[in-house]
T-cell receptor, first 117, second 113 residues
Framework: GAVVSQHPSRVICKSGTSVKIECRSL??????MFWYRQFPKKSLMLMAT?????????EQGVEKDKFLINHASLTLSTLTVTSAHPEDSSFYIC?????????????FGPGTRLLVL | GNSVTQMEGPVTLSEEAFLTINCTYT??????LFWYVQYPGEGLQLLLK?????DKGSNKGFEATYRKETTSFHLEKGSVQVSDSAVYFC????????????FGAGTRLFVKA
């Protein structure tokens, strides 16, 4: 089946630094990738939708200058948390979709746990 | 807009008990419905899905039927195991919502030996 990887799986950083999270589709080309944030014991919150070669579409309330998304190829999207603060600590999950109806076939990565000290 | 409501947890069951996790939805048109499972410290895995009314999705002993008349997609399993302990998310995706996946709040299941 389709596999999506994320790197790193866990990262601890100091406040004020930037952190880059990679999302890769390993055995398929993804037309669209999604980035989610999950708070402890809560559901997933969609942050942005990323299409290869174009600017990401951010959900309302998500700061595009703080959460930079780059979708460089059909197999790689990156999320950079700039000038991270403790409130950015969270579990970040990406998903990759194939086909025209992206919501129908979405494959999730294992998640990246970010802790900002 | 589209939304998903699922029963609050946690749900605690003994091994081999019957499981039901209720899920209802509000949507325009005919969305696809999903159940995802998240094991501790991991990402989401698709458990099962149904794409049209009266479809039954099934996997690993779990099943759910797309009921348009009651706008429901309840998850059931006849005999749970300790290894089923996880958080279960009901979700939908449809054309009216731009095919974005809308998740329910999640229901945590604990299965005791």
């Amino acid at each position: 089946g389709a596999v999506v990887s994320q790197h790193p799986s866990r990262v601890i950083c100091k406040s004020g630094t930037s952190v880059k999270i990679e999302c890769r589709s390993l055995d398929f080309q993804a037309t669209t990738m999604f980035w989610y944030r999950q708070f402890p014991k809560k559901s997933l919150m969609l942050m942005a939708t990323s299409n290869e070669g174009s600017k990401a579409t951010y959900e309302q309330g998500v700061e595009k200058d703080k959460f930079l998304i780059n979708h460089a190829s059909l197999t790689l999207s990156t999320l950079t948390v700039t000038s991270a603060h403790p409130e950015d600590s969270s579990f970040y999950i990406c998903s990759a979709a194939v086909g025209g109806r992206e919501g129908e076939t979405q494959y999730f990565g294992p998640g990246t746990r970010l802790l900002v000290l | 807009g589209n939304s998903v409501t699922q029963m609050e947890g946690p749900v605690t069951l003994s091994e081999e008990a019957f499981l039901t996790i209720n899920c209802t939805y509000t949507a325009t048109g005919y969305p696809s419905l999903f159940w995802y499972v998240q094991y501790p410290g991991e990402g989401l895995q698709l458990l099962l899905k149904a794409t049209k009314a009266d479809d039954k999705g099934s996997n690993k002993g779990f099943e759910a039927t797309y009921r348009k008349e009651t706008t429901s997609f309840h998850l059931e399993k006849g005999s749970v195991q300790v290894s089923d302990s996880a958080v279960y998310f009901c979700a939908l995706s449809g054309r009216a919502g731009g095919f974005k996946t809308i998740f329910g709040a999640g229901t945590r299941l604990f299965v005791k030996a």
